[in-house]
T-cell receptor, first 115, second 113 residues
């Protein structure tokens, strides 16, 4: 079992609200990632971090922001939610191990609906 | 990034072997081949990875063609719990791509009782 947690699992919220999706892992992994996945569609990387105080934009542009103040915690924030942000958000982490070792462990996801 | 091509869907019967193909004709010498799967309503989970030689683990086997332009994920005895979307991903080594995975559409595997 992967020790990576996401809260909330489901969130329904009105347009214009500020939201923070939580992601925590207890495996001591340096690398953490956020993916966005619409129903039946591909996962797209939106943010990643290689360690504390390191954050980078992913392959898909996103209006969300992330922070990495602690190794185990990688929250994602939307300052003003819109219906276009409705999606599933998946958090993942991996070891900073050997050069090609990048097995990622995924959390259960947060399904966000913005009305 | 080098791309992979997988069939959109495949079907199998329970307790039969399943061979899931993946083509990656533009694979580079440093690319590992990774397989993940995503069960319904869950996040993806790692299945197996390899570079040149065939690999076995408790979940599956990975057969890699000699020219590395294709690979096959083998589930030896499919169970209903194996019904999922299977992703074949090339993982680069080093540079800005290190650690990042690019998921494609994957193959939807349906397992019949």
């Amino acid at each position: 079992e992967a020790d990576i947690y996401q809260t909330p699992r489901y969130l329904v919220i009105g347009t214009g609200k500020k939201i923070t999706l939580e992601c925590s892992q207890t495996m001591g992994h340096d690398k953490m990632y956020w993916y966005q996945q619409d129903p039946g569609m591909e996962l797209h990387l939106i943010h990643y971090s290689y360690g504390v105080n390191s954050t980078e934009k992913g392959d898909l542009s996103s209006e969300s922001t992330v922070s990495r103040i602690r190794t185990e915690h990688f929250p994602l924030t939307l300052e003003s939610a819109r219906p276009s942000h409705t999606s599933q958000y998946l958090c993942a982490s991996s070891l900073a191990g050997t050069v090609a070792y990048n097995e990622q462990f995924f959390g259960p996801g947060t399904r966000l609906t913005v009305l | 990034d080098a791309k992979t091509t997988q069939p959109n869907s495949m079907e199998s019967n329970e307790e039969e072997p399943v061979h899931l193909p993946c083509n990656h004709s533009t694979i580079s010498g440093t690319d590992y081949i990774h397989w993940y799967r995503q069960l319904p309503s869950q996040g993806p989970e790692y299945v197996i990875h390899g570079l040149t030689s065939n690999v076995n683990n408790r979940m599956a086997s990975l057969a890699i063609a000699e020219d590395r332009k294709s690979s096959t994920l083998i589930l030896h005895r499919a169970t209903l719990r194996d019904a999922a979307v299977y992703y074949c991903i090339l993982g680069g080594a080093g540079g800005t791509s290190y650690g990042k995975l690019t998921f494609g559409q994957g193959t939807i595997l349906t397992v019949h009782p």
